[in-house]
């Protein structure tokens, strides 16, 4: 048995960039920073960060759309892909991404202060259901807290 699963929670490192498919069907894309803090040896507090290529589509990349801005804190649950392609010159390119199965939208905080909510246009797409988009609260956590 095979498993190609992968779970990111982080900040947007840009605004999703959405596209329409020949099909009709929505595209966004869109990157996710993660940040792994640890203790080195010398217990000095150290820090790591990691970009991600996110891809998501359909009812997903609207709400990614929709919700999502650089900064914005989110869970996506997805599955690993690399696309290869060759360019004009002949040199061959490789991304590796997390295509979108379930997308979690992160607290709609700035500080201490609420997120100011932004109207829909007309031309826009209808606002999704509250209940189905999850949104993930935030919690500190004491750096003592965490086991060496």
């Known amino acids: 048995m095979n498993l190609n699963k992968a779970f990111v929670l982080g900040n947007l490192t840009r605004d999703p960039e959405a596209k329409t498919l020949p099909s009709g069907s929505l595209v966004a894309n869109f990157g996710v920073a993660t940040n792994r803090v640890f203790y080195d040896k010398d217990r000095q507090k150290q820090e790591q960060t990691e970009f991600h290529n996110i891809v998501a589509f359909g009812k997903t990349a609207e709400i990614a759309q929709q919700y999502?801005?650089?900064?914005?804190?989110?869970?996506?649950?997805?599955?690993?892909?690399?696309?290869?392609?060759?360019?004009?010159?002949?040199?061959?390119?490789?991304?590796?991404?997390?295509?979108?199965?379930?997308?979690?939208?992160?607290?709609?905080?700035?500080?201490?202060?609420?997120?100011?909510?932004?109207?829909?246009?007309?031309k826009e797409a209808p606002e999704a259901p509250k209940e189905e988009i999850p949104i993930i609260e935030e919690k500190e956590i004491d750096v003592k807290d965490i086991p060496l």
Do not use: C, F, Y
Request: no cysteine; net charge positive; glycine share 10%.
């Open 68 to 122: 999502l801005k650089k900064g914005s804190m989110v869970l996506i649950e997805g599955r690993i892909q690399t696309r290869t392609w060759q360019d004009s010159s002949g040199n061959k390119h490789w991304r590796t991404e997390i295509i979108t199965e379930r997308l979690q939208l992160g607290p709609r905080t700035i500080g201490n202060a609420p997120a100011p909510e932004i109207p829909l246009q007309e």
